[in-house]
């Protein structure tokens, strides 16, 4: 597949996907989100590749939305580009794989709301992450009023998205919203570490975990707990499940399916 706005490096088990419009610090425009889809799509049938993380080239993850491209839109054009938006990170949090934002510069607007679809956040001590739409006269568009309370509770996405100021890496780890920081040089490489150790496990499981994490807020508590038991039941059928058991007892490492 060719690839004109993104890049893709595939280390072994793991797929790294850069943003590559550094000189409009990686802005999100429709071309984008469309290449991102296809990539994702085909990312997601490859039996070797189960992790993604997606970072940006110079010094922006992703900067937002494009705003020269936004300010030529109608409301039926914006509706549609927020919809595009909202769908694809949807599907990147029904995926299998889990999928890690590797925040390495300005993760602002769209590109706040990106990091917030993706399953982990890694970021660099220099990052500035935040809802700044407030400050173009417009609202969050890519499902950030959604993602965002449900991450950091809706006092801290308050303070975010109607005040419009981004946070460093320190206040963001503060209320939850990044996991680890790293110093820049060190942010690949330790974030492709957590990645590797994803990969390695069940596959399977990582899969059921993100769905069952997903369905945990749609449902009410029992009906959350129900479900939890169904797919820990389903598990029980998987060749994972007996690997990973008998891997214990045997007191060795497990070979999950798929892992040469
Ligand atoms: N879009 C387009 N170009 C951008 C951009 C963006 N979001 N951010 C930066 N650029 C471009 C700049 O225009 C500049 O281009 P040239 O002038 O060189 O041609 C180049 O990138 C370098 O930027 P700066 O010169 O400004 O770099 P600085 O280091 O001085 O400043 C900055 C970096 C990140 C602080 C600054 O660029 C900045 O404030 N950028 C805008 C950040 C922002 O406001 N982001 C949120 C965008 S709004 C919706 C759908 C989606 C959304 C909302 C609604 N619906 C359809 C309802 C989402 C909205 C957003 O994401």
Known sequence: MKLKNLKLE????VAVITFNRPDQLNALNLETLAELKQLLEKIEKDAVLRCIVLTGAGKAFVAGADIKAMSEMNPKQAKAFAETGQALFSYME????????CINGFALGGGC???????LRTASTKIKIGEPEVNLGIVPGFAG???LPRLIGLSQAKKMI?????LSALEAEEIGLIHWIYKPEELLPNTLKIAERLAAKSLTALATIKHQ???SLELEFTEAEKFEAETFSKCFTTPDQKEGMNAFLEKRKPKFEGLD
């Open 94 to 101: 029904q995926m299998p794989q889990p999928i890690i934002a």
């Open 213 to 215: 994490l997903r369905k």
């Open 10 to 13: 595939i280390n072994q088990h």
């Open 162 to 166: 109607l005040t419009g100021e981004p």
């Open 145 to 147: 009023s959604v993602r």
């Open 113 to 119: 709301e990106l990091a917030c679809a993706c399953d």
